[in-house]
């Protein structure tokens, strides 16, 4: 048996739910603590206590930010990025005070957060001593209520921030959903079966009809994993050709390929894709 601890709630709850069920792990959503699918038990927990609880062994895996592992300092390993919960941590300042570059920080300043720790390390890295006010939600509205006069918070578009009248100064760091793993578990099976899920995501299966004087530029066009698989048609003047494609590259390629007299063009999407 394996545990595996995801977030119960919040916005990486459904995306989570949804690779799992993907990778073919079935798991209930329906609010229970633990779902189990034949030996792996999911448990649902608090996004924040993910990387202690994978730390301390209550669960051999989980997935959650990578921002909040940093936050943490867990001493637990990476496994994954999952492409998904994309964020970035950043220093934002009220426009009207007229910061351009962290240089402009001021000693002694108040940075109101949920990320004290990162936020305290940024500040140290940059040489300079200010105040960390810690909060735990709307860190957004502080400067307005007079509770700090930065921010350092998590934003995907910005809109907040300028609905605030805030300005990003600095990027402190990337985030995205990550697999983790304790440092004394080694079995990579989960992986391997997210990242087949995850490289599959972003790849179609095309089939094509090609005539046969055209195969050597159709598999210039197409060259998929290895090369493409050919095979005869029994009409002998064309040939089956099936390849993978990147996703974003589907409708240029099918451009391509009607050029040169492709025909019944087929694409489809691929389930999982272990290279
Ligand atoms: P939750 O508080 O359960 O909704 O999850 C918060 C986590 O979602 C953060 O730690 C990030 O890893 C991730 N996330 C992705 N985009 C954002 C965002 N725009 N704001 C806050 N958290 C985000």
Known sequence: MVKIAVPNKGRLNGPVVELLNKAGIRVDSSRKLVSRYKDIEVLFVRTQDIPELVRDGAAELGITGLDLVEETGADVKVSLKLGFGRTRLVLAAPKNLGLRSPKDVKVG??????????????????????????????????????????????????????????????????????????????????????????????????????????????????????????????????????????????????????????????????ERLVS
Not at 136 to 146: F, N
Not at 158 to 164: D, H, V
Not at 166 to 192: F, H
Not at 238 to 258: G, P
């Open 109 to 270: 300043v108040k940075v109101a957060t949920e990320f004290p720790k990162l936020t305290a390390k940024y500040f140290k890295q940059l040489g300079k001593k200010v105040e960390i006010v810690t909060v735990s939600g709307a860190t957004e509205v502080t400067p307005y209520l007079g509770v700090a006069d930065l921010i350092v918070d998590l934003v995907s578009t910005g809109t907040t921030l300028e609905l605030n009248n805030l300005k990003i100064i600095d990027t402190i760091m990337d985030s995205e959903a990550v697999l983790i793993s304790n440092k004394s578990y080694r079995n990579d099976n989960m992986a391997v079966s997210l990242s087949s899920v995850i490289n599959a995501q972003s790849k179609r299966y095309i089939m094509v009809n090609v005539p046969r004087k055209n195969l050597a530029k159709v598999e210039k066009i197409i060259p998929g994993m290895q090369s493409p698989t050919v095979m005869d048609l029994a009409d002998g003047n064309f040939v089956a050709v099936h390849s993978v494609v990147d996703e974003d590259k589907v409708f240029a390629t099918i451009k391509k390929l009607k050029m040169i007299g492709c025909k019944d063009i087929l694409v489809l999407p691929i």
